[in-house]
């Protein structure tokens, strides 16, 4: 198989350090440093602009899929229009799927989108994407982590044990989850466990449980504070992905919000629009402000300014005076383990949602959803059963199913199922699974249909 990736900033240097697995990937980049560290990956390197149809037109030959991620909306809009109208104008050219990264508001109010009527398959905004992120595990004040499946009728969560938490040194067994919730992994340390009924939970692990929305409502009593009162959340930073969460934290009821922005004249613009919270014009690393705004009263405080260390130092500064949870943004991916390791409660990537994006697309028919977790060593994936994937109509236990991997749920019609060694999945079933990225292909071989 075949990619294009226009723009070799830190999104699409990912994206290309992946596709480069499985594909043979071109990418597409006028800026020399950002050439230069693509061309430590196993890619071709063309320097230019991506949108140029004569560059595109030179690479787009029995292309699989193109992915437009330069820091700029309208020349990746533009590259995947012309890129489009370049293939249906040579027959036999095989179409190819366009993915877009576009930021701004105008263009996009949601995650993901499709925008195929003017040649752009899938646009992603990273930005939105987070602040749903981050939106979704503040709805549990005990996650770190939050994603839905099935429309909504599963939930993953994960949590960290905290080693005063009372089942500290309890076998797997003794949490007594709901009958619809399943632990689905543990993260400990550099080790990933599927675990048993008989394992030992330890301090500082960090457990990955799927189930039904309603059910992980109780997971609070086990893994957090039972107390009830309103969420006191301090933003700091409303650019793009601040604004993006503003508004949603501003629609929650059983939330008090503080923003604190350096600039005046965006200030202004957020206090139009936000009908609930407390705009504070001023910066995020002023103890003296900090102090006066009660920080140690904060449930969460959330730094997503444009700067990763800015991002630190304020998290850091706001755990260090008493703030509960602390999330900060890293666009750097390197960064995202060094922040946790620091004291960072959680570290939050807009990068992740496009990733997942080109993944889907290059999996194959039957991929739904994907979430990937602890640094990519592990995928939450959700397939859609067809007639023609090898895993339907036997029953579970005489399934060769790989190890490192595990069926979580089953959503069959509207019924939620963890299924057992009898289970048989049927066509048209939506079926979670849990593994180790070493897995997932042996996985996608009992589910997906290739193109």
């Known amino acids: 198989m075949k990619a294009v990736v226009i723009g070799a900033g830190e999104v699409g240097y990912h994206i290309a350090k992946f596709l480069s697995l499985t594909h043979d990937v071109i990418v597409i980049e006028k800026d020399e440093e950002a050439l230069r560290r693509a061309d430590e990956l196993d890619v071709q390197v063309v320097e230019g602009n991506g949108a140029n149809a004569d560059i595109l037109a030179s690479v787009l030959s029995n292309v699989d899929i193109l992915v437009a991620v330069t820091g700029v909306d309208e020349v990746n809009i533009v590259a995947c229009m012309t890129a489009k109208l370049i293939i249906r104008s040579h027959q036999g050219w095989r179409e190819t799927k366009t993915i877009a990264r576009v930021s701004n508001p105008d263009y996009i109010d949601v995650p993901v989108t499709s925008r195929a009527q003017v040649g752009v398959d899938i646009m992603i905004c990273p930005e939105l994407a987070l602040a749903s992120e981050v939106a979704e595990v503040l709805s549990n004040p005990s996650a770190i982590d939050a994603e839905m499946f099935a429309g909504g009728k599963v939930q993953m969560m994960e949590f960290a044990i905290r080693p005063d938490n009372r089942f500290v040194g309890k076998h797997m067994q003794d949490l007594k989850l709901d009958d619809c919730c399943i632990v689905s992994a543990i993260f400990r340390e550099k080790e990933i466990i599927i675990p048993r009924g008989d394992d030992l939970i330890k ?11 309603r059910a992980m409502e109780n997971l609070e009593g086990i893994f957090g504070n039972e107390e009830y009162h309103r969420n006191r959340i301090l933003l700091i930073g409303c650019g793009i992905v601040g604004f993006y969460l503003a508004k949603i934290i501003d629609k929650d009821e059983n939330a008090d919000l503080k923003v604190i922005e350096n600039r005046k004249s965006r200030c202004i613009e957020v206090a139009e ?179």
């Open 203 to 213: 301090a500082n692990d960090h457990m990955v449980i799927v189930g039904k929305p």
């Open 273 to 451: 629009v936000l009908e609930n919270a407390l705009i504070l014009n001023g910066d995020g690393t002023d103890v003296s402000l900090l102090r006066e705004e009660n920080i140690e009263d904060m449930d969460v405080v959330i730094a997503v300014t444009d700067s990763d260390e800015k991002n630190l130092l304020c998290a850091l500064l706001a755990k260090q005076m008493g703030a509960k949870k602390v999330i900060a943004r890293a666009d750097r991916s390197e960064y995202v383990p060094l922040f946790e390791m620091v004291g960072i409660d959680i570290a939050v990537s807009p990068r992740a949602a496009t990733v997942n994006e080109v993944l889907k697309l290059t999996m194959g028919k039957g991929i739904e959803a994907l979430a990937t977790l602890e640094g990519e060593k592990a995928e939450i994936i959700e397939y859609t059963a067809s007639s023609q994937s090898k895993i339907v109509g036997k029953p579970l236990n005489k399934v060769k199913f790989p190890k490192g991997a595990i069926i979580t749920m089953v959503v069959h019609k509207d019924e939620v199922i963890i299924p057992r060694g009898e289970f048989v999945i049927r066509e048209g079933d939506r079926v979670i699974v849990f593994a180790l990225s070493s897995a997932v292909p042996h996985v996608e071989k009992l589910f997906v249909v290739k193109s």
